[in-house]
């Protein structure tokens, strides 16, 4: 009975001290008109999210063979929001950026770029 309770305040703990920019995020519609749910999590030290749903442009769900791919890593959590020194995978240009992300409430700004080209996607947080 004592492990039992002291698994589940540990666990209970853990939960409390989330990061919160963990969670599902709704990404903002990509040039093609496609959006997704990205699952962000703590991966080691940072933070990935991986794409776990997709949507066309007339907002139907569709078949993407990007779901379960990682979009987001490396993420170093920064204080006051911020995250930086992560990378980004932007699957309508098939690039992989150099990224930052700021946590605003429930608005999160994706920032990156490669070479001098950066782009911003604002994604807003899912249920």
Known sequence: ?????????????????????????????????????????????????????????????MASPNIGRRIVWDMVAEGNGHYDDGQVWAPDRDKTYNAHMDLSGDRLTVAGCVLFICRDSFWTRAN
Do not use: Y
């Open 1 to 61: 009975m004592k492990l039992a309770l002291t698994l589940a305040l540990a666990l209970s703990a853990g939960a409390a001290f989330a990061d919160p920019v963990e969670g599902r995020w709704r990404t903002q519609p990509d040039d093609n008109g496609n959006s997704g749910i990205v699952h962000i999590t703590a991966c080691g030290n940072a933070f990935c999210g991986t794409l776990v749903e997709a949507w066309d442009s007339n907002g139907a769900t």
